[in-house]
Structures are given as structure tokens and as C-alpha cells.
């Protein structure tokens, strides 16, 4: 082939004109998705140029054979953990090269081989979110240029997998009375979870699931469950429950208990009578297991129990104390008692619930949820019993306590101010201007455990107020407070700009004072002689007020009356000369 001049060639570019008009091939803008929303191949054959290989006003690319392009057709597209692979059958005749171009929100793949399938990587797609694509077909002609078909075929909505995750499981709560459990794990998100072929649950978005198994048979019970992402089953995992003979007493699930990560709190253990059980006990025990996470903070010798008579009804104490000889295993997450109620009345009608409680602490990383579990062990004249009760634990990561200055209401320039207020217990702060910078040295300083906090700054002199916020550090957590602005207690002397009125017109007067006041206009006689106040005047001190001087008037007079932080003062007497 010959290389011509662009002049040369115009000849040729009449021709490809005509050529290009005949066979329906229009320049213009980027790949558009008309018919995306439809689910179809738009079957026009209307196609453009790739505006990346735009040419000068005056050049047409050479353009001798006829081109012929039809939007793609069987197309579909599959995902995997990784990515998606698309297929389809891009539609081209009389060009060099025949491809797809693919569009999805942040792709664009152009000039690809899909027929057997082309694989784009996830990227920053996230798991579980949808996005909407379609596809060109995209050809090169004898002479290379780029072109595409103006109608698309969708590629329909495509939504990214959640990377699967084994199923996990376990016992999370248990009542031996109702013969029930509540079992929660973790499983891909969305996944579904069966039990004998039945869904019993769906993980959340965050993989995590839970569900009760009613009406057990005493003895052990293997529960297994299963996880299907989709309709496909991918693994399974079991847990093993065991309820003993039915007997005097039944373990029964407490309300559940939230500690704070770092704190001690008080958790029950709950017991209910099935029969009425009268003392002595004989060789009873009751064995307390602190939740994981926790250990018992102080194991008393002796606790008192509480009962009621309805599962509504109010805690009321034993007369005496039921458990003694508190002893705790050498880790702290075992404590042993026996039980002997030293009153030789000591009754428990059937139906009647009783609980005993200790203080746990939980770890500075405690977190998600535990079980506080209650074992009692004995005999009584009636019978035997063995049973376990158990209170599901809730850990919360502990929270910074907001920020207050309670002093001082104002500051003094040019001397030692004592500043304090309230934050977090325990926790070191520093003093900081609003971006952040230190501007108290000696830091960090120390929140007293009542959550008080104090330090003491030099206002530098001709100060009208000081600004400074508390950054304050506990729990692993850093946060910083609002800027806190106390006034100077002194007053600037005013000043006014305006050095002459207009007689008979609206004035505008002007002039400087203690920013942040509040002031008043007053004639010689203190009577407010602009409506509307008091004024603010702005951060940088300066105020403004408007006035008509009156008509022949040689000059006008007024003063300010100036209040902040509770102090009001009065300027002198200002006289401006008519011009």
C-alpha cells in the first residue's frame, strides 16, 4: 500500500464519506448502554469510531473495505471467588480484528477475546455488592483503526461472592428444664444453615448465625448442621448436648448479662425447682464457671441466694446465706461452694426459681459473647439432682466519657489560670488549640478516678479569651473534644473609624471593641438610640451601626454601652463633625 499525504488522499476520503454513509459508520461520543436496562441485544448495526483514536478536522482515516459489526450475542457471565469470566460472540465482517469491549462501573476492558470467555479480577469490587454491565462489540479495520457498535448487550447484573468461610458451632445457652439450646457460629455471609435438609438459620453480612433446638431427648444429643452457599453444600460441623435423667431441680437460662471490657460486673446463675425440696442437702455442691474472657474478681466465702415464685415476679433474699466455703481455681475462672442452708426451714416449692450472683471482671480485650455457667450437685430428702444453669455474657469495649470545663467562667491575661472539668476516670489528656498542636506543656496529665481534671496556663497578655480543647486517651482510644473558648475578663477601649456624617442621609458608623461583647448605641443621655440591639461585635472586634443624622445637624454624638461576661461599661461621649 502506498502512504499518501493527507492532500493526496482526499480523493480517497470522498470516497471513504460515501463509503461510511452507505454502511451507517458515524463518529461520536463514548460507548453508550441503550438497551442495557432491557436485558437484549440491540441487533443495530450503527457503529462509531473509538473516540481515544480521534484524527485532526481535516483527516479522514482510510477506509476502502466495507465494514459490517452487529452487537455481541450469547452472552453470559459467571463468578467466583476470585473474579468473573464473560462470554461473548462479538458480530464482524470485513475488518482485520473482530473483539468486545466491556463496561461495568470502574471497568473498561476494550479490545477483549470473549467467545470462550475472558476473566476480569475482582479489584476494589466489594463482596456482596451488585453492579449492572453491558458489552460492545469492537472491530479494527484493514487500516486499524478502532470501531465499535453503537447498541449494547447487557451483561445483565452481576453480584460479587462472599469468600466462603468454614461453619463453626457452639453451645451458647442451655435450659435443661425446657430440654432446649441455643446454638450460634460463624459461616459465609449469607449462607444458609440446615439441619436435616430444613434451613434453620442464615448467617448475617457479618457471617454470623444462631437458632434454638426445642424438645431435645435426655442424654446426649449430636446436632449437626449444615452450610450451603447458594443451593451447594460446602461443609458441616456438629455440636454435642447432653441432658441428665429429669430430677428436683432443672438449669435454667438467665437474662443476658453486658461487662463492660476492663470492668467487673455481677452474674447470675439460675435454678428451678421441679419438685419441692426441703432441707438438708446432703453433700451439695455448686460450681461457678466465669465466661472466657473473664475470671472472678474477689470469690467471697459465703453468697445469699435470691428466689421468686414467678418467672415475673421480684428477687426476694434468703433469710441466711445458702452457699459456703468459696474456694477459686488457681486460673480464677472456677469457684467452688457447698451448699448448706443453715435454716432447718429452708424450703423450695415446685415451680420456684432461685439464683445465686458473683462479680466477674472481664479483660481489657474481652469481646463478643460468653457463658456464665452454674452446676448444682446434691441430694435432698426428695431425691437427686444435677443440674446446669446457664446466663449468656455480652463483653462491650468501654467508651471515652465526654468532655466539660467546669472552670473558670472567665480568664485573666497576663497571669496563672486554673482550668478543670470532667473527663474519662483514668484516663491522661493533653491540652491542645483546635488543629491539634500541644499548647500546654508537661503533658500528658492524668484524669483522677473521679473523672475529674485540672491544669493550670499563663494567658498570654491582651488575650480577650483563651481557646484550647482536651484530648484525652483510654481504652486504647483517642479522642479529642470540642474547642472550648472561656473570655477574658478585661474589656478593650473602643474606638470609632468614622471621622465625618452626612447631615439629612443614612450614616454608616464603624469602628473597634472587645470582640465577642454585645454593645448598645446611646445618645448623651443613655437612651438607645439605634433600634434592635444590643449588636454583636464580630471576632476580629470590630462593630457597625447605621444612623440618620439629622437634617442641619453640624454633628452627631453617642456612645456604647459594652457588655461581656457579665461586665457592662460605657465609652466616653463621641462627637463627629458634619462634613
Given at each position: 500500500m502506498?502512504?499518501?499525504?493527507?492532500?493526496a488522499?482526499?480523493?480517497?476520503v470522498?470516497v471513504?464519506?460515501?463509503?461510511?454513509a452507505?454502511?451507517?459508520l458515524?463518529?461520536?461520543?463514548a460507548?453508550?448502554?441503550?438497551?442495557?436496562?432491557?436485558?437484549r441485544a440491540?441487533?443495530?448495526?450503527s457503529?462509531?469510531?473509538?473516540?481515544?483514536?480521534?484524527?485532526?478536522d481535516?483527516?479522514?482515516?482510510p477506509?476502502?473495505?466495507?465494514?459490517s459489526?452487529?452487537v455481541?450475542?450469547n452472552?453470559?457471565v459467571t463468578?467466583s471467588e476470585?473474579?468473573?469470566t464473560?462470554?461473548?460472540?462479538?458480530?464482524?465482517s470485513?475488518?482485520?480484528?473482530?473483539s468486545?469491549?466491556?463496561?461495568f462501573?470502574?471497568i473498561?476492558?476494550?479490545e477483549?477475546?470473549t467467545?470462550?470467555?475472558?476473566?476480569?479480577r475482582w479489584?476494589?469490587?466489594?463482596e456482596g455488592?451488585?453492579?449492572?454491565?453491558?458489552?460492545h462489540t469492537y472491530?479494527r479495520?484493514?487500516f486499524?483503526?478502532g470501531w465499535?457498535?453503537?447498541g449494547s448487550?447487557s451483561?445483565?447484573v452481576?453480584t460479587?461472592?462472599y469468600t466462603?468461610r468454614?461453619?463453626?458451632?457452639?453451645?451458647?445457652?442451655?435450659?435443661?428444664e425446657l430440654?432446649?439450646?441455643?446454638?450460634?457460629?460463624?459461616?459465609?455471609?449469607?449462607?444458609?444453615i440446615?439441619?436435616?435438609?430444613v434451613v434453620?438459620?442464615?448467617?448475617?453480612?457479618?457471617?454470623?448465625?444462631?437458632t434454638?433446638v426445642?424438645?431435645?431427648p435426655?442424654?446426649t444429643s449430636t446436632?449437626t448442621f449444615?452450610q450451603?452457599v447458594g443451593?451447594t453444600?460446602?461443609d458441616?460441623?456438629?455440636?454435642s448436648?447432653?441432658?441428665?435423667?429429669r430430677?428436683l431441680?432443672?438449669?435454667?437460662?438467665?437474662a443476658?448479662?453486658?461487662?463492660?471490657?476492663g470492668?467487673v460486673a455481677?452474674?447470675?446463675?439460675?435454678?428451678?425447682?421441679?419438685?419441692d425440696?426441703t432441707?438438708p442437702?446432703s453433700r451439695a455442691?455448686v460450681?461457678l464457671?466465669?465466661p472466657?474472657g473473664?475470671?472472678?474478681?474477689?470469690?467471697p466465702s459465703t453468697?445469699r441466694?435470691?428466689?421468686r415464685?414467678s418467672?415475673s415476679?421480684?428477687w426476694?433474699?434468703?433469710a441466711?446465706?445458702?452457699?459456703?466455703n468459696g474456694?477459686?481455681s488457681?486460673?480464677g475462672?472456677?469457684a467452688?461452694?457447698d451448699?448448706?442452708?443453715t435454716?432447718?426451714d429452708?424450703?423450695?416449692?415446685?415451680g420456684?426459681e432461685?439464683?445465686?450472683g458473683i462479680t466477674v471482671?472481664?479483660?481489657?480485650?474481652?469481646?463478643g459473647?460468653?457463658?456464665f455457667r452454674?452446676t448444682?450437685v446434691?441430694?435432698?430428702?426428695?431425691?437427686?439432682?444435677?443440674a446446669t444453669?446457664?446466663?449468656p455474657?455480652?463483653f462491650e469495649?468501654p467508651?471515652?466519657?465526654p468532655?466539660?470545663?467546669t472552670?473558670?467562667?472567665?480568664?485573666t491575661?497576663?497571669a496563672?489560670n486554673?482550668f478543670?472539668?470532667t473527663?474519662?476516670p483514668?484516663?491522661?489528656?493533653e491540652?491542645?488549640d483546635g488543629s491539634?498542636?500541644?499548647?500546654?506543656p508537661?503533658?500528658?496529665?492524668?484524669v483522677g478516678?473521679d473523672?475529674?481534671?485540672?491544669f493550670?496556663h499563663v494567658?498570654?497578655?491582651g488575650?480577650?479569651?483563651?481557646?484550647?480543647?482536651?484530648?484525652q486517651?483510654a481504652?486504647?482510644?483517642?479522642?479529642?473534644?470540642?474547642?472550648?473558648?472561656?473570655?477574658?475578663?478585661?474589656l478593650?477601649?473602643?474606638r470609632?473609624?468614622?471621622?465625618s456624617v452626612r447631615?439629612?442621609?443614612e450614616?454608616t458608623?464603624?469602628?473597634?471593641a472587645t470582640?465577642?461583647?454585645t454593645y448598645?448605641?446611646?445618645?448623651a443621655?443613655?437612651?438607645e438610640?439605634?433600634?434592635?440591639g444590643?449588636?454583636t461585635?464580630d471576632?476580629y472586634?470590630?462593630?457597625?451601626f447605621?444612623?440618620?443624622?439629622?437634617?442641619?445637624?453640624k454633628?452627631f454624638?453617642?456612645?456604647l454601652e459594652i457588655?461581656?461576661?457579665?461586665?457592662?461599661?460605657?465609652?466616653?461621649?463621641f462627637?463627629?463633625?458634619a462634613?
Amino acid at each position: 500500500m502506498t502512504v499518501r499525504s493527507a492532500a493526496a488522499r482526499k480523493p480517497i476520503v470522498a470516497v471513504v464519506l460515501v463509503v461510511l454513509a452507505v454502511t451507517a459508520l458515524a463518529t461520536g461520543a463514548a460507548p453508550a448502554a441503550a438497551d442495557e436496562q432491557h436485558g437484549r441485544a440491540d441487533d443495530s448495526t450503527s457503529i462509531e469510531r473509538d473516540p481515544a483514536e480521534a484524527v485532526a478536522d481535516d483527516e479522514v482515516a482510510p477506509h476502502e473495505a466495507r465494514v459490517s459489526m452487529s452487537v455481541p450475542v450469547n452472552v453470559r457471565v459467571t463468578t467466583s471467588e476470585s473474579g468473573f469470566t464473560v462470554y461473548a460472540t462479538p458480530r464482524c465482517s470485513g475488518v482485520k480484528s473482530c473483539s468486545s469491549w466491556i463496561h461495568f462501573p470502574g471497568i473498561d476492558e476494550k479490545e477483549k477475546s470473549t467467545t470462550n470467555g475472558y476473566f476480569i479480577r475482582w479489584g476494589d469490587w466489594q463482596e456482596g455488592t451488585s453492579r449492572t454491565g453491558h458489552v460492545h462489540t469492537y472491530a479494527r479495520d484493514i487500516f486499524g483503526y478502532g470501531w465499535y457498535t453503537n447498541g449494547s448487550t447487557s451483561l445483565g447484573v452481576v453480584t460479587r461472592p462472599y469468600t466462603a468461610r468454614p461453619i463453626t458451632a457452639r453451645l451458647y445457652g442451655q435450659d435443661d428444664e425446657l430440654r432446649s439450646v441455643t446454638i450460634v457460629g460463624t459461616a459465609t455471609p449469607t449462607a444458609t444453615i440446615r439441619r436435616g435438609g430444613v434451613v434453620v438459620a442464615a448467617a448475617d453480612r457479618n457471617g454470623n448465625w444462631s437458632t434454638a433446638v426445642n424438645g431435645l431427648p435426655v442424654g446426649t444429643s449430636t446436632l449437626t448442621f449444615q452450610q450451603y452457599v447458594g443451593e451447594t453444600y460446602r461443609d458441616q460441623v456438629s455440636v454435642s448436648v447432653t441432658f441428665r435423667e429429669r430430677n428436683l431441680l432443672a438449669g435454667v437460662s438467665g437474662a443476658n448479662t453486658t461487662v463492660v471490657a476492663g470492668s467487673v460486673a455481677t452474674v447470675y446463675g439460675h435454678l428451678r425447682a421441679l419438685a419441692d425440696v426441703t432441707t438438708p442437702l446432703s453433700r451439695a455442691t455448686v460450681q461457678l464457671s466465669a465466661p472466657a474472657g473473664s475470671t472472678f474478681a474477689d470469690v467471697p466465702s459465703t453468697i445469699r441466694g435470691e428466689y421468686r415464685t414467678s418467672p415475673s415476679g421480684a428477687w426476694t433474699p434468703f433469710a441466711s446465706d445458702d452457699l459456703h466455703n468459696g474456694s477459686v481455681s488457681t486460673d480464677g475462672r472456677t469457684a467452688t461452694f457447698d451448699w448448706v442452708p443453715t435454716r432447718s426451714d429452708w424450703t423450695l416449692r415446685a415451680g420456684t426459681e432461685l439464683r445465686f450472683g458473683i462479680t466477674v471482671r472481664a479483660s481489657e480485650s474481652a469481646s463478643g459473647n460468653g457463658s456464665f455457667r452454674m452446676t448444682a450437685v446434691g441430694s435432698a430428702p426428695q431425691g437427686a439432682f444435677d443440674a446446669t444453669g446457664a446466663t449468656p455474657v455480652t463483653f462491650e469495649q468501654p467508651q471515652l466519657s465526654p468532655v466539660s470545663v467546669t472552670e473558670p467562667t472567665t480568664v485573666t491575661p497576663d497571669a496563672s489560670n486554673r482550668f478543670g472539668g470532667t473527663a474519662t476516670p483514668g484516663a491522661t489528656f493533653e491540652v491542645v488549640d483546635g488543629s491539634g498542636t500541644v499548647i500546654v506543656p508537661g503533658g500528658p496529665f492524668l484524669v483522677g478516678p473521679d473523672g475529674r481534671w485540672t491544669f493550670e496556663h499563663v494567658v498570654p497578655t491582651g488575650s480577650t479569651e483563651f481557646r484550647f480543647a482536651v484530648r484525652q486517651t483510654a481504652f486504647g482510644k483517642t479522642e479529642t473534644s470540642r474547642v472550648f473558648t472561656i473570655p477574658a475578663d478585661t474589656l478593650h477601649e473602643v474606638r470609632v473609624t468614622t471621622t465625618s456624617v452626612r447631615a439629612g442621609e443614612e450614616n454608616t458608623f464603624v469602628g473597634t471593641a472587645t470582640p465577642g461583647a454585645t454593645y448598645r448605641v446611646l445618645n448623651a443621655w443613655g437612651t438607645e438610640i439605634v433600634a434592635g440591639g444590643p449588636f454583636t461585635i464580630d471576632g476580629y472586634g470590630r462593630w457597625v451601626f447605621d444612623r440618620v443624622v439629622s437634617k442641619g445637624a453640624k454633628e452627631f454624638s453617642f456612645k456604647l454601652e459594652i457588655e461581656k461576661a457579665g461586665r457592662t461599661v460605657t465609652s466616653p461621649l463621641f462627637t463627629i463633625p458634619a462634613a
